[in-house]
Structure formats: structure tokens, C-alpha cells
């Protein structure tokens, strides 16, 4: 049975399920980014998908790169499955600004996280999850991490 990683779940903001992945929201005010996570137990690497899921992860990373991309402009879209510290498959989608802290390097052990302001938060889940209405199959999730 799918579970949510306990570190994916303390940093996160649930926003709702595509057909394949539980879209997430970084609680890290710095950068927009949203996670992607195949709701399948026990998987570690894209190529322990099946070639049905592999492509299906595609799909909805592609889906959701372009709409960071249209939402905000960004002169990147850093797209990462690095798993050193959560060995959950997890595909990151960070929207990168020349102007950002981290700018041109990497955002991870950067700068120390800064969270978003409880409101803020809301307000940036409530956006993404209108944006994410527009993808086919998105099923969103309340604030409060329950099913809409």
C-alpha cells in the first residue's frame, strides 16, 4: 500500500493526485516547487515502473513543468529525482530565477529553508491546485490534507 514518506510529509503541502502521482508543494518560500510522488509502494527508481507508468510519470512531469513554466516564467525548470535523503521515488519540479538565493547553483543546503507563512502557504496551495484543475484527471485535496 502507498505511503507518503514521513520527511516528504513534514515538508510538504498536500495538493492533490494525478492518474500516476500525489502533487505536493515545498513548504520552502524561496523557490516555487512542487513534488511529484507515483503512488506505488516501495519504489525507489523510475526504472522499477512498469513502461505503462514510465511514461504516465513523463506525461505528468512534462504537465506539470509546463504549467510552472506558463504560471511564472522562470529561465528554468529544474526537474530532479535525487533520493539520498528520502529513498522514496520523488521527482522535483523547482521554477529557477536568475534573481533567486541559490541562483545559478543548486538549491539543496543552499540557504536553510524558509517556510511560508501559514496564509501564504494556503493561499499558494489554493493557486496550484486551480492551476493543476486544468491537467486531466487531478483530484484535489482539501488544506487539510484530505480529499476533496
Excluded at 538549491?107 to 486531466?136: F, M, S
Aim: net charge negative; charged share 15%.
Amino acid at each position: 500500500m502507498f505511503a507518503l514518506h514521513p520527511r516528504l510529509q513534514a515538508d510538504t503541502q498536500i495538493l492533490g493526485d494525478l492518474p500516476l502521482c500525489r502533487v505536493l508543494l515545498a513548504k520552502d518560500s524561496q523557490y516555487p516547487w512542487l513534488i511529484l510522488v507515483p503512488r506505488v509502494a516501495d519504489l525507489r527508481e523510475i526504472h522499477h515502473l512498469a513502461p505503462a507508468q514510465q511514461q504516465q510519470l513523463m506525461q505528468e512531469s512534462c504537465a506539470v513543468a509546463t504549467l510552472m513554466e506558463e504560471a511564472l516564467n522562470p529561465d528554468k525548470i529544474n526537474v530532479a529525482a535525487l533520493g539520498n535523503l528520502v529513498p522514496q521515488l520523488h521527482l522535483h519540479h523547482v521554477a529557477r530565477f536568475s534573481s533567486d538565493a541559490a541562483w545559478p547553483g543548486p538549491i539543496w543546503g543552499a540557504h536553510p529553508t524558509i517556510p511560508y507563512q501559514t496564509q501564504d502557504l494556503r493561499q499558494q496551495a489554493d493557486n496550484w491546485r486551480a492551476r493543476l484543475a486544468t491537467l486531466g484527471g487531478f483530484q484535489p485535496f482539501l488544506t487539510d490534507n484530505t480529499v476533496k
